[in-house]
């Protein structure tokens, strides 16, 4: 991380120091929100080393010219047209007077800004294709799909700009997609940009060192992305990140938010009475059901201090200063020249899960899978992904954000559904989770984006159905007016598996993820049986109950020592 001198710095900086490089050249093909990549690589100087040439092919015929027909134009397929035409025509044009010592890169842009009289969401796709080695003859691609918030085109445009400009810097200085992505708003203020969606293709990203499991909570982490859509893939058997404009475009959507810590029955099972009472509700002519589990990650999001560039490089230089022998590790003594032997303990404690008695660097930058971060949510993503149902990953607080988010991408129905007990009905009326704007605003905004809740009835000790708590207190008001009013509902009995209904055999469904918890903590093995057996057996390998057992603490203490350094 330390070899990107100019993270922190501006635009220009970062531009300006690709240019000296003579040996990294390429052309800039951008449609939509003017050409601003090009142009600061353009008047930072020395760009004659660099840009072969600029080019926005603004005009669809002339677009269709240069990269041949097209369906729709703000797309990946169209992105990816576009960096291979202009990389394709650097081999043919300059190779023999570049030499093989050169490398070649193309970035291609094609958004959807701010149009006179228009509404349509604002967005579109970067990319840039490029030799990560000089003489490698096989491209590696990094294509991002990127959402603009700015009100007018000029500062979309440039925001695209600093996006572009980072891309290029980032892409000419390393290979490590987690660097990349966590450094790609680098100098854009927040709320401007989001990138919810990036692949990387080609030798300089091996497909063995990169999960996109843990790239999503990095994008999360690093608020590059307010949330990040997973969907198993059958044909690797893994969870790729998916677009979520193309996921959920036009599709009702039903949705479970849980910390996944871990996923129980009781929430498979609300989960699935949801979809099938929004099923039978639709109509014919929309597109199948998408149901999603929310995972939850605010618990261990890193503070907004420790996202920010200059923070993050100057803890990083303080941790290889304590690094006295230079093994990428801290040992004891080490970590005691900074810190008093309590915070040292707590560190340890936390992030020494292997016993050596010292930490990884890269673990306390949270760049590496050993952190503490890292290993919690992939034990959370591990007990859940036996389900192989689409995961967003998000730390979006509050549920009228959430649906918010949500219907930026589908304009049918949107249930959120939840487990019928008084812990969770207090949850979601609790007006100390609403401090920003109030229950009232926050309910107001779900009306208005026609989001609805969906009740699965309570299951008593004895297994009995019982209609769903209400709230506490003055919330029971409200909670009674939005069920008189259609806003929320109870999922009706025909809708309930079999294994709901009888009495006699769903034990497992009258606890949840804090009933494991205590019993893991009491040592019992009632645990076993409130969780899917697919997740038990993943809890077993992973040794997650032994790590709660202990009680062991997880970020909170880990940055309040960090601070101290």
């Not at 290029?168 to 790609?184: A, E």
């Not at 506490?472 to 294994?499: D, K, P, V």
């Not at 019992?524 to 993943?538: F, L, M, R, Y």
Request: hydrophobic fraction near 40%; include cysteine.
């Amino acid at each position: 991380m330390l070899q990107l001198k100019h993270l922190g710095g501006t635009p220009f900086e970062k531009a300006l120091f690709v240019n000296l490089d003579a040996n990294f050249y390429g052309s800039f093909a951008e449609i939509g929100a003017g050409q601003e990549v090009s142009r600061t690589f353009l008047t930072a100087g020395a760009a004659a080393s660099t840009v072969g040439r600029s080019v926005s092919a603004y005009d669809m015929q002339m677009s269709d010219a240069s990269y041949g027909k097209a369906m729709r134009y703000v797309t990946q397929e169209r992105c990816f047209q576009m960096m291979n035409t202009e990389y394709d025509l650097l081999e043919e044009c300059v190779r023999e007077t570049r030499g093989p010592d050169v490398r070649f890169f193309s970035l291609a842009t094609t958004l959807a800004a701010r149009a006179f009289m228009s509404t349509r969401e604002c967005e579109g796709w970067v990319g840039i294709t490029f030799q990560h080695e000089a003489g490698v003859s096989e491209r590696s691609t990094v294509c991002l799909h990127v959402r603009m918030s700015d009100p007018t085109a000029q500062e979309q445009g440039q925001a695209i700009g600093v996006l572009g400009t980072n891309l290029v810097y980032l892409c000419h200085g390393s290979s490590d997609p987690y660097i990349l992505t966590s450094f790609l708003l680098d100098g854009i203020t927040p709320g401007r940009l989001e990138v919810d969606y990036v692949s990387f293709k080609g030798p300089a990203f091996p497909e063995g060192a990169l999960d996109y499991r843990l790239l999503a909570l990095r994008m999360v982490q690093f608020r590059v992305a307010n949330g990040v859509l997973l969907e198993y893939d059958e044909g690797t058997g893994r969870y790729m990140q998916s677009v979520p404009n193309t996921a959920l475009y036009k599709r009702p959507t039903v949705l479970l938010r849980s910390y996944c810590r871990p996923v129980t029955n009781m929430q498979k099972e609300v989960l699935e009475a949801g979809i099938r009472k929004l099923t039978a509700a639709g109509d014919q002519d929309t597109k199948p059901t998408m149901s999603i589990l929310n995972m939850q990650v605010d618990d261990i999001a890193r503070p907004a201090e420790f996202t920010e560039t200059k923070t993050r490089l100057s803890l990083l230089e303080k941790l290889i200063e304590l690094d006295v022998d230079g093994d990428g590790t801290l040992d004891r003594e080490e970590l005691k020249a900074a810190l008093p032997e309590e915070d040292v303990d707590k560190l340890i404690s936390v992030l020494d899960a292997n016993k050596t008695g010292s930490i990884l660097i890269d673990s306390l930058t949270a760049l590496d899978r050993t952190s503490a971060l890292a290993q919690e949510f992939m034990d959370r993503f591990n007990m859940l992904e036996p389900l192989k149902r689409p995961v967003l990953v998000s730390s979006i607080l509050h549920m009228y954000e959430l649906a918010d988010y949500l219907r930026r991408y589908t304009n049918q129905t949107i249930a959120f559904v939840t487990g019928g007990d008084a812990a969770n009905m207090d949850l979601l009326f609790d007006p100390s989770n609403l401090k920003d704007i109030g229950m009232l605003t926050a309910w107001c905004r779900m009306s208005q984006n026609k989001v609805q809740l969906f009740e699965h009835p309570y299951i008593k000790p004895d297994g009995t159905l019982a209609p769903p708590m209400d709230p506490s207190g003055n919330a029971s008001i409200l909670h009674e007016y939005l069920m008189s009013e259609g806003h929320i509902s109870t999922i009706e009995e025909q809708f309930l598996s079999r294994y709901v209904l009888d009495s006699s055999s769903n034990e497992g469904l009258r606890g949840g993820s804090a009933d494991v918890v205590a019993s893991i903590q009491a040592g019992t093995q009632d645990w076993k049986s409130i969780v899917p057996e697919e997740v038990a057996n993943i809890m077993r390998k992973r040794n997650w109950f032994q790590k709660l057992a202990e009680g062991k603490p997880l970020t909170p203490d880990v940055f309040e020592v960090l601070k101290k350094l």
